[in-house]
């Protein structure tokens, strides 16, 4: 991708050249990042967003390496909060099964993007700050929503029917997570009739305080 | 109702799901879309030659996946008014259903304003009569309703054509998801019933299964 495009404002006026493979989930990346940047007039597009951009591989498995990226958040906040989130009663029972689909999910991701010829995302380093279990919770309950959020937002670029439907398959079983530990938080499980999609920009933007 | 109840047993659907081992947990994502397990509940709508044409009856493609879409919200719909008038439920339990009953109503108004916006005509609403004889029995005719729902919209994803379109159906499967979850945390019983990936629904079963609510 050639960084000296990023600077343009207009995204109509945007080239994306993106070497080999195909051109439509970059661009649209790309003028994700850039709509938050013409939105807030700043280079929102932080150095996280930046090296991800780059990184990404184009098609199915740059998405699939986006979802493992957030399994694999999840599933490190979850497994950490067996110990750190003092949780007792239905919530200790509920941590242990999230912790439980969201190792699934990293397993299962893993799994896919690697036979799809694809090099999986390494796993990041996490850095969760919650200093009692209502913090823990609130946490959970954003980490989720946006999970549901970033899937919504990809889904509909993806290409292959099986990965879109597998896909549907992970992105329901968080908003059940989603609807759950809002039950927790004594907050409505369902807020609004639709959950908007997310860019992966703003996802990633969204996550990045807590990548170290 | 048998056939209800085989769509809420995890047991059929256990075969390929279960906890850690990356191979396992591979065979539980492939089979989501796969179900090469032959589950006797549900059937994927993944490679056989149906896909859109399951929703033939409702209208040609993206209109017949929006139409049948729109079919299971009117009856949501209805079931929630028919809830909340039958005086079963008060307090938090009550202001839930509402919630619920509303947001299917802006289901309904979102999918009629996308079939017509790709000129086709909506489906009509059907008439519907729900047993509701206890709060218990309800909840739980609610808690299959809406497992089933988001099985049905998760059985359609692969076969909607316009991205728009996907996006508003996931938009919206992801809220029938939250939808089931809570009913289900209501009723004492798992969020996840079919484990950590969500299984679809194919129109026949989905069909099948509303088929003794509709009158006339």
New interface residues.
């Given amino acids: 991708m050639n960084r000296q495009q990023l600077k343009a404002p207009e995204l109509e006026a945007v080239e994306v050249d993106v070497e080999g493979g195909d051109f439509s989930r970059s661009e649209v990346i790309l003028k994700g990042a850039l709509a938050a940047g013409a939105i807030y007039g700043t280079a929102v597009v932080s150095p996280f967003v930046r090296k991800a951009l780059a990184m990404s591989e184009s098609g199915d498995v740059g998405i699939l390496n986006f979802a493992l990226t957030l399994e694999y958040l999840e599933a490190k906040f979850y497994e950490e909060a067996k110990s750190r989130a003092k949780a007792k009663g239905e919530l200790k029972s509920?941590v242990n099964?999230l912790a439980?689909?969201e190792?699934?999910?990293v397993?299962?991701?893993?799994?896919?993007v690697k036979?799809l010829g694809g090099k999986p995302v390494a796993e990041p380093k996490f850095d969760f700050e919650y200093s009692d279990t209502a913090g823990f919770v609130k946490l959970a309950q954003t980490f989720e929503d946006t999970g549901?959020s970033a899937?919504?937002g990809a889904?509909?670029?993806i290409k292959s029917?099986?990965v879109?439907?597998?896909a549907?398959?992970?992105?329901?079983?968080?908003?059940?997570?989603?609807?759950?530990i809002r039950?927790q938080n004594e907050e409505?499980?369902?807020p609004?009739?639709?959950?908007?999609?997310l860019t992966e920009a703003q996802v990633l933007n969204a996550v990045e305080p807590f990548i170290v | 109702m048998p056939e209800l109840k085989q769509l809420r047993d995890p047991v059929s659907r256990r075969k390929f799901l279960a906890?850690?081992?990356?191979?396992t947990?591979?065979a539980?994502?492939?089979a989501?879309?796969?179900d090469n397990g032959g589950t006797t509940a549900t059937t994927?709508t993944?490679g056989s030659s149906g896909g859109a044409s399951e929703t033939a009856q409702f209208g040609k493609g993206d209109v017949g996946i929006l139409n049948y879409a729109l079919t299971l919200e009117y009856l949501e719909t209805a079931f929630y008014a028919e809830v909340v008038k039958s005086g079963l439920f008060k307090g938090a339990e009550l202001e839930?259903i509402r919630?619920?009953g509303?947001?299917e109503a802006?289901?309904v108004e979102?999918l009629t304003a996308a079939v017509t916006q790709l000129g086709g005509k909506p489906a009509p609403e059907p008439k519907a009569e729900f047993p509701l004889k206890s709060a218990k029995s309800v909840l739980e005719l609610a808690g299959t309703v809406e497992n089933l729902g988001?099985a049905a919209y998760?059985g359609q994803?692969?076969n909607i054509q316009s991205?728009?379109v996907?996006?508003?159906a996931?938009?919206?499967?992801?809220?029938e998801?939250?939808?089931?979850?809570?009913l289900?945390?209501l009723l004492g019983e798992?969020?996840?019933p079919?484990?950590?990936?969500?299984?679809?629904a194919d129109v026949k079963t989905v069909l099948k299964s509303v088929e003794p609510f509709l009158v006339g």
């Fill in positions: 509920l099964l439980s689909d190792q699934q999910h397993e299962a991701l893993t799994a896919t036979q549901v899937y919504n889904g509909p670029m029917k099986e879109l439907a597998a549907g398959g992970i992105v329901q079983v968080e908003a059940r997570h989603a609807a759950a039950l409505e499980p369902a609004a009739a639709f959950d908007t999609p | 906890v850690g081992g990356g191979s947990a591979l539980a994502f492939l989501a879309c796969g994927s993944m839930t919630k619920f509303r947001e802006e289901h979102a988001a998760l994803a692969p991205p728009e996907l996006a508003s996931l938009a919206i499967h992801s809220v998801g939250r939808h089931a979850a809570t289900n945390t798992s969020i996840t079919d484990g950590a990936f969500a299984k679809p």
